[in-house]
Structure formats: structure tokens, C-alpha cells
């Protein structure tokens, strides 16, 4: 949900979609935990094949969810999806790293436990909520605020960012502005669009966060916790909430099931490692483009597979929205 490009040190990890953290993702991105990077390198297919991969799969991540809470509950579903992942990637770690590599400090522990609370329970927890009520595309065009959150975060700890980025700010605040229309007309329901905008403050306060905490060295292993710490809490919640209530799972769709998998192995698997294999081999400023085509593709999907209305605040909304994101990462990317 955030962008390399305005993170403080985004030398620290990618999340998974929508996930990305700024230190993945859903949808997160993530949905997701960054790799050192690298020096520029000169643009290959392989590159170009895995920035396709970012784009589509990630901006697919919400169709995915609007598919999965149509006969599943969201925090359960959710719950289930990130501690599959995260159990993956664990297992993934310890079989080409060894088990030393998921070894952690008590204080490292905590903050990825900290981190995917705030990413996966907060950012992507809400979303998933919010679209049993609001349009996929809908909710993607909001998430994709989250840089202009972070700026103002960044703001209040002190950072400088430069004119450019506050311009995005400007520019991202009027986009969700008429993005927020049809929830004040009754065409959606209010209470979705201010989930999704309350899941997007959190995942900007994780993303930030992340860049400041002791969270463990390898990228892969913090991604990992951070997934189980999330989706734990998630089915917690979804517990909680009475959502296993006359769940009769004999009653779930196969596409809905289908595309759980598919947002666990894809979206939280595929496309993280993907990325984080982008931000060791290609430019930061190539790899930050995902944070405009995203939602994009996700309104196109939406409106293709969904027949989701494309109606004039959600196309006139989300075009400002991705102005002001571009400023920021064109304007970060440079200083």
C-alpha cells in the first residue's frame, strides 16, 4: 500500500499488496518487507517481467478480496490467507536460508509483531472489511493516498519533504475529496469509504514505523513475522467479532475459495518475492511506479470482471489521486 520512493530508508523491506511496508502488502499491498538495494543495473526482460508481475498481480489483490468476502467473512478470510503466507514464508527461509535465519531478538520480535499489526490487522484487515460494502476499485483508488499520508507522517517526525511532495499532498488530499462523493450521495456506503481511510492511515503509520524500528535483518524472515503477528490478530478479531457464527464452509463458493489461494500464493507470495528481487536489480524510481498502476489496474479489473461502474467521481478522483502520488514519487525519488 505505500510506495518505496517516500520511505526514509527504504533500504529496509517490501510488504506483500496490497502490501508494502516502508522498510508490503495487500493488498495488499497488500497488500508486504524491502532487500538491500542494490546499484542501478541495466533494465532486462527479467525486469520488465517482474514489474509486470508487481503491477498485475498486486492490483489484482483487490478484485481478489471483493471475490473472497462475497460468502467468507473478511477478518477470518483475511486472518487465514496472511498466516498461510506467512507460515510459507517461513518454511521458504528455513529451507534455502537454514532455521538460523528465522532467529530474532526479543526487541526484533516485537516490532515486526508491532509492524503487522498495523499493516496486515490495521491497513489490510480494514479494506477487506470495507469491501463488503464499497466497489474494488473503489477501495484501491483510496489506498492509493497511502504516500500522501506518509509524507505528513514523515512531517510530523521531523523529516523535510520537498515542495514537490507537498504539492502531491495538495493534490492527493482534493483527489480523495471527490473520491469520498459517492459515499456522501448514497451511491456506496459512507462507513466503507471512511474504513479504507482509516486502513490506509495505518498502514502509513506501519510503513513509517518500519523504517524506524529494530526489525530483523533479513527481509524475508521480518515479512514472515510481521504476516503471522497480523493474520493472527486478524482471525482474533474475526473471533471476536462473532464472524464463525453459522460459517458453513460447505456454503462458501468455489471462487471465493479460489481466490483466497490465489491471494496467498500470488499476492502474498509471487509478487512480494518479485518485488523485493526488483528492489535488488532495478532502479528504485522503476520498482515505485507500482504505486500508480495498482490502482489502475484494479479499477479496470473491477469494472471488467465485476462490471463495477466506472462513474465520474471514481475516474475524475482517482486520476487527481494518481497525479499527486506521481509528484511525490518523482519528487522523493530525486532528493
Known sequence: MTSPAVDPAPEKHPAAPGLRTAAPAIPATPATLVAPVAPARRITGAVWAALGIVYVVWGSTYLGIRIVVETLPPFLSGGARFVTAGLLLAAIV????????????????????????????????????????????????????????????????????????????????????VLTVPGLSGEVKIGGVLLVLVAALLWSAGSVSSARLPLPRNPFTASAYEMLAGGLAALAVGLARGEHRGLDLG????????????LVVFGSLVAFTAYAWLLQTAPVSLAATYAYVNPVVAVLLGALVLDEALTWPILLGGAIVVGGVCLIVSTERRR
Open 94 to 177: 528455513a529451507w534455502r536460508q537454514g532455521p538460523a535465519a528465522l532467529r530474532v531478538t526479543r526487541r526484533e520480535l516485537g516490532s515486526a509483531v508491532l509492524v503487522g499489526l498495523l499493516l496486515i490487522l490495521g491497513g489490510n484487515g480494514l479494506v477487506v472489511l470495507a469491501e463488503t460494502s464499497i466497489p474494488s476499485g473503489l477501495a484501491a483508488l483510496l489506498v492509493a493516498a497511502v504516500p500522501v499520508w506518509v509524507v505528513l507522517l514523515r512531517t510530523v517526525l521531523g523529516d523535510r519533504p520537498g515542495p514537490g511532495a507537498f504539492g502531491g499532498v495538495l493534490l492527493g488530499f482534493a483527489g480523495l475529496g
Open 251 to 262: 456454503a462458501v463458493s468455489g471462487r471465493s475459495w479460489a481466490a483466497l489461494a490465489y
